[in-house]
């Protein structure tokens, strides 16, 4: 073995599993922590032999894409791992969330999607009374759907948003929505 190919070798323990990789391969995204942490141990005294180990605890299944990431230069998101861990596992790393591939956005922005999605049910009276609400009043009333025309004579605000939460469910290109 190489001691130039040995001192090149670093291992990134995160979570406790071990990946070893080169640090020229955490150099291809600048700016990262792994390219910094790279950067830092080309400075430091290093003896032939010397084995450059470095301990982080974070989440060790989403650390596999982040170093894939480096290795490929393209970023996807696991299945298994919910958007907002994922998310805040880039931002440790220093990767910048719009780099994930094209293939895996709808994954990777599920959660906001079906987050802007429930906030288009909220209405502002709903808002204002907040847990001030009556408690006895029938779900109908406080959903604003219990009658087709409204006391002024003009449409519920059921009549209005039908046609919006029909296109929700079951037209899929209606709405950002309406894909999640």
Not at 6 to 19: A, F, K, L, P, Y
Not at 41 to 49: L, M, V
Not at 71 to 83: E, M, N, S, W, Y
Not at 161 to 172: C, G, I, K
Request: net charge negative.
């Amino acid at each position: 073995m190489d001691s130039a190919d040995d001192n090149e070798r670093v291992i990134v323990n995160v979570g406790g599993t071990r990946h070893e990789t080169y640090r020229s391969t955490l150099k291809t995204l600048p700016g990262t922590r792994l390219a910094l942490l790279a950067a830092e141990s080309d400075t430091g005294s290093q003896g032939a032999g010397a084995t450059h180990e470095y301990f982080f605890d974070r989440h060790p299944g989403v650390f596999a894409y982040v170093l894939n990431y480096y290795r490929t230069g393209k970023l996807h998101c696991p299945a298994d791992v919910c958007g907002p861990l994922f998310e805040e596992e880039l931002a440790f790393w220093g990767i910048d969330e719009t780099d994930v591939e094209p293939c895996c956005w709808m994954t990777y922005r599920q959660h906001r999607d079906a987050e802007e999605a429930l906030d288009i049910f909220e209405t502002p009276d709903l808002m204002s009374q907040g847990e001030h609400a009556g408690e006895d009043e029938e779900p109908a009333r406080r959903l604003g759907i219990e009658e087709v025309v409204g006391a002024e004579g003009r449409a519920s605000r059921w009549r209005r948003w039908q046609p919006r939460v029909w296109a929700l469910f079951e037209d899929p290109y209606s709405s950002r929505a309406a894909r999640v």
